[in-house]
């Protein structure tokens, strides 16, 4: 499994998108870094708590894809100057700052 560094996860993230709407929350990625893949998308997480893959969903050119679905025959991609939305149902964002995990 390759990790990838948070400084460069920070990198991927768009300032200011992170918010609820009427199913959950959201918020977007873009990639300026380089093109990527992955066969598998760990659980996210909010605040330190693990939030269930079932709900997590990414969308790319408006293809919704959950995250239980990615694997070796059915990858994540990261595609090169694309932006990409997770959105995470069920679960809204109480007032403040959060800190969002993603692997």
């Known amino acids: 499994m390759i990790i990838v560094p948070s400084f460069l996860l920070k990198r991927l993230y768009v300032k200011g998108s992170l918010c609820n709407d009427n199913k959950g929350f959201q918020f977007q990625l873009k990639n300026t870094l380089g093109s990527g893949y992955g066969n598998e998308l760990l659980p996210l997480t909010l605040d330190g708590k693990e939030l269930p893959r079932e709900s997590s969903y990414f ?45």
């Open 59 to 103: 969308v790319l050119d408006t293809k919704e894809i959950p995250f239980s679905a990615v694997s070796k025959d059915n990858p994540f991609t990261l595609p090169m100057n694309k932006t990409l939305t997770i959105l995470v149902r069920g679960v809204t964002l109480p007032e403040g700052s959060h800190k969002i995990g993603f692997s």
